[in-house]
């Protein structure tokens, strides 16, 4: 009785299995339709940094949002995945690339003038094209590279070889700024993330979200920032829900804060008037 339980339960799990399996494929095959068909399925959000040294909003990160069709809003978290397994990551980087750099270009003209972080990974990096690609996007679009920031999770740093090195290298010299996305979780040793020609640090927001509460995590953040600046680093805390921790990576000296204190991640429309809305930098303080 109890193997014919269990044999039913496995015949159901698999069943789950294959059912999982093709939503994974139906998913794909609609993000490449999402992708060619450019009918704002797909489209960008813009999250605020704010500098704590001037309270100033100097820089924003980019976060890609898709509503597909069938089943509404899909998490980044899963669609970025799986565009990485099935080789469609490339082509979704290049997406987001054109489409933050003609919003760059869009806010120059109206007298924005700020920095944007995107999301790239180390299939993205380590692809021959992606660089001139990058450079391609970056000229036509009239944008100076030292307004975007490309930001490389410490997952995806750790195992690269040292091609990722030369090739992040090649992107520094080009004017880009690189940051190390979800730090502290990717395992990575100190060794090589002395040799990374990175510029920042972004401390993994699960350090940050309970700072204020816990004493362990502040005592790793802490030794994070510490860390950061010893290297010549700038750091970047992600995910501050409120004014303690805020208050707290002040004190500890952390260079930058994102999260849903300062601002949840805001459509393209919402940015201009945010911005003007926190122009006077007395109003963090
Ligand atoms: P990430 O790069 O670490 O981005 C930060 C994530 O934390 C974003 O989630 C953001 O909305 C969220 N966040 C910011 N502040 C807070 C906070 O105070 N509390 C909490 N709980 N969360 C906060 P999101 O937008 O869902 O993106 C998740 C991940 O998906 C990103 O993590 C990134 O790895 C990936 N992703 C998003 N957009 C892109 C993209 O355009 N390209 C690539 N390759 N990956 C992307
Ligand atoms: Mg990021
Ligand atoms: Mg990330
Ligand atoms: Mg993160």
Request: glycine share 6%.
């Amino acid at each position: 009785d109890t193997a014919r339980k269990q044999g039913l339960s496995v015949r159901y799990y698999q069943a789950g299995e294959d059912e999982a399996h093709m939503e994974r494929l139906s998913m794909v095959e609609d993000l490449k339709v999402a992708l060619n068909a450019n009918d704002g399925q797909l489209f960008m959000n813009y999250q605020p940094k704010m500098n704590l040294a001037n309270n100033r909003i100097e820089k924003l990160e980019a976060l890609i949002r898709w509503v597909r069709p069938k089943t509404g809003f899909v998490p980044p978290d899963v669609f970025i995945e799986l565009a990485e397994r099935a080789g469609l990551i490339l082509e979704l980087t290049h997406w987001v690339i054109d489409s933050v750099l003609a919003q760059l270009a869009a806010w120059k003209q109206e007298g924005i003038s700020i920095q944007v972080a995107i999301n790239i990974s180390a299939q993205d990096l380590m692809h021959p094209e992606f660089f001139n690609r990058l450079q391609a996007s970056t000229q036509r679009h009239g944008v100076d590279a030292r307004f975007i920031t490309l930001e490389l999770t410490e997952r995806d740093l750790m195992s690269n070889e040292e091609r990722g090195v030369a090739l992040m290298q090649q992107l520094r010299d080009a004017g880009y700024t690189l940051s190390v996305d979800d730090y502290g979780i990717g395992q990575s040793s100190l060794g090589k993330l002395k040799q990374l020609p990175i510029h920042e640090l972004k401390i993994d927001k699960s350090f940050i979200l309970k700072l204020d509460e816990s004493d362990t995590d502040q005592m790793i953040v802490r030794s994070t920032i510490d860390l950061g600046h010893n290297l010549g680093l700038s750091v970047v805390a992600e995910g501050v829900e409120n004014l303690a921790s805020q208050q707290l990576l002040r004190e500890m000296g952390c260079d930058y804060i994102q999260g849903y204190y300062l601002s949840k991640p805001l459509s393209v429309d919402a940015v201009r008037p945010w911005l003007l809305d926190h122009e006077n930098p007395r109003k963090h303080a």
